[in-house]
């Protein structure tokens, strides 16, 4: 049996699991042949979401019930890693829209878990089953936005946008920083702040048109990586979004994030997993290239070299550092039952996903050292590949600051929180 791109990262698929990375296996030349392109230019090409859309991929993850293929975060992770093989920022605009899924199912499981009353219920249930019906039957492209630059010591991610009550609906108003699709996704799903509600439980989630009224990308994404991603962050000028299409329910953002393992919404990993399948393609393409070039002088290898063999080790030892961090991650979150304590988890994952980012792009920094100049060219595999996986430094939280919640929720000093808002 042939081996599955993404069964280098998860060996053990179960039958069902492989059908669905198979689906993702046979997209990739499609996606691959845009690829350059998109780097070059700055865009993300409409030829690879309608590859994704006509495979039924945008409900990769969405439950059978509401006509998803009802993938697990193993199928998740590895569809990330293996799109991230051959186009990394397709691979982190696919991710954000499969994120969305969580705002559907663990809506319904802090349903099921009688989270919420029952005058709530049927307004939780109705917006989940408009998200993954939108995903699944629809095929629609979500994209979901909550980071924003405002900075707080006690989250990771702090939330200003506001949503005020009006006839009707709900006026948004705010600036998200960071978000891929921009102008190109069916529908911008937005984490937003009651005006009236301070804290985090003042989150809710509101469902908002590409085209309305006010919306408008906040800068045209010209970044030194993911440049194909269309991260153009999300401009909302007092948007409308009419009540069916809002989760306005204090507390429910919170009560959902309670239903995930990391005490969010238990994905993250497969976001990593994008940079080190890139990491793992610029792996390949310098063993291939250095068992292909031969020394003028002996005509052996340039592999052969002490140097190159030394370099060689280093970026061997670091890819497999990587793997087994994303995977020990991937199975603390799917193991049923689970494996680790509940309060172990959130810690691991602060430090997994720095471990993830540091040396994943610490391969990419061997390949270019094998490489030597020519590889410096900006469409090189090389290049690109120093480019792209180096926005997991910084993407969501820097390995130092993960390092250090770590230590501090290790020893009980501080709990440090996914979300919050800007207001007390």
Known sequence: MTKLTAEHLIEDYSPAERALIERVEQVLPALEAHSAAMDQDSFLALENVETLRDAGLLGLVVPDAYNGLGGNLRVWAGACFAIGTVCPSTALAY???????????????ALDAGLFDKAEAPLVRAFAEKVLYAMGRERKWLANFASESVKSEAAAITINTTATKVAGGWSLRGTKSFGCATGIADRYLVTAGLADVDGANGLCLFLVNRDAPGTRGRIRWNALGMRGSATEGLVLEDVFVADEDALAIPGAFVKMCSQSRTGYVGNQVAASSIYLGAAFAVYRAAMENMLKRKFEDT??????GAYQQQIIGDMYADLNTALLWARRMIEI???EPPIVPAEEVMPFWRVCKGQVAEHSFKVTQHALKLAGTAGTLFGTPFSRALRDVAMGLVQAFPAERGRLEAARMLIGDAEQTSFGTGRA
């Open 95 to 109: 991710f954000f829209h499969l994120t969305s899924t969580s705002r559907g199912t663990l809506s319904l499981k």
């Open 299 to 304: 005509g052996r290898a340039l592999a052969t």
């Open 333 to 335: 979150e799917t193991a």
